[in-house]
Structure formats: structure tokens, C-alpha cells
């Protein structure tokens, strides 16, 4: 990574408080993140991307209030140029996530490693 390099906004969007801190504990020390912000449900997120304006947002697909589903499809609609990484553990991957309606850029298994999930942020960005 050089020093011209843009270091990124990251969102992360789960409703489940474990992952939320581990992931932004996790991302945080990345060179190429300068900040991380968490977020519990889709209505939510939509909110703070209108007002933190990330780079990529880590969305997990199955919350309460509004899902990943929803919420990328909201998020894409207002914001195009923010990326989305779904981050979630929905049987069948980026196909299945897509056919169900999420407006993805990138998809993550949570069964997967931290190296991953920030490969995939590094990749749509």
C-alpha cells in the first residue's frame, strides 16, 4: 500500500453485538482503514451511510427491523458508488444472496477468516 493510497470508511452492519465488535475491533487495525462504524439493522445503516458516508459496507443479510436484502437495495438506490460486502453465513453464497435481491458488490461467508473479509473490502474499493 503506498501513501497515495485512499484508506477507507468502513460500516458495519449486524445485528448481532458480538460480531459487530470483533469486526470493527478486527478491521480497525487495518492500514487501509481509517475508520469503522457499526450499525444493528438495515434501517439503521441506511441512516448512518447518509450521514458517515462510507466507502464499503460490511452488511450482514438476516437482521430484525430490515435485512441485508432491503437495506443494500435502499443503500444502492441513494448512494451507487458505496460498495457492499455481504457478510453472512446464507446457504448458497453470492448467487443465492443476489437472486434474493441483495444489490451486492461482494460476498463473504462468516465461516470464513478475517484475511477474507478484508480481501473482498480491499477488492471492491
Not at 79 to 104: D, L, R, T
Request: proline fraction near 2%.
Amino acid at each position: 500500500m503506498t501513501s497515495s493510497t485512499k484508506t477507507l470508511r468502513v460500516l458495519v452492519v449486524d445485528d448481532h453485538e458480538l460480531t459487530r465488535c470483533t469486526l470493527q475491533l478486527a478491521l480497525s487495525l487495518q492500514a487501509c482503514i481509517a475508520s469503522v462504524e457499526v450499525a444493528i439493522n438495515g434501517k439503521e445503516a441506511i441512516d448512518k451511510v447518509r450521514k458517515l458516508e462510507p466507502d464499503v459496507v460490511v452488511m450482514d443479510l438476516h437482521m430484525p427491523v430490515m435485512d441485508g436484502w432491503a437495506a443494500s437495495s435502499e443503500i444502492k438506490n441513494q448512494y451507487p458508488h458505496v460498495k457492499i460486502v455481504a457478510y453472512s453465513a446464507a446457504e448458497g453464497g453470492k448467487m443465492q444472496a443476489i437472486s434474493n435481491g441483495a444489490n451486492i458488490d461482494a460476498f463473504c461467508d462468516k465461516g470464513a477468516c478475517t484475511r477474507s473479509l478484508l480481501e473482498a473490502i480491499k477488492s471492491v474499493s
